[in-house]
């Protein structure tokens, strides 16, 4: 009788594991950091040098 459980167990289907979640947390882990570092890098980037505004404000053609 003992090798009858064994062979139920051997073909039963083995029971999902729960990947959404963990998965689904790695991935806003992932798209939280790269949003944080193009805020940085955008609010760093988007800023001219005070030669550039020296430059427009005195009208040169810049070409």
């Given at each position: 009788m003992e090798n009858a459980y064994k062979?139920?167990?051997?073909?039963?289907?083995?029971?999902?594991?729960?990947v959404f979640p963990q998965s689904f947390f790695?991935?806003?882990?992932?798209?939280?950091?790269v949003c944080v570092a193009f805020g940085v890098y955008v609010?760093?980037?988007?800023h001219a040098d005070p030669a550039a505004?020296?430059?427009l404000a005195a009208g040169m053609n810049l070409q």
């Open positions: 062979i139920k167990e051997f073909y039963e289907e083995p029971e999902e594991k729960i790695c991935l806003l882990a992932v798209l939280l950091a609010s760093d980037y988007y505004e020296d430059a």
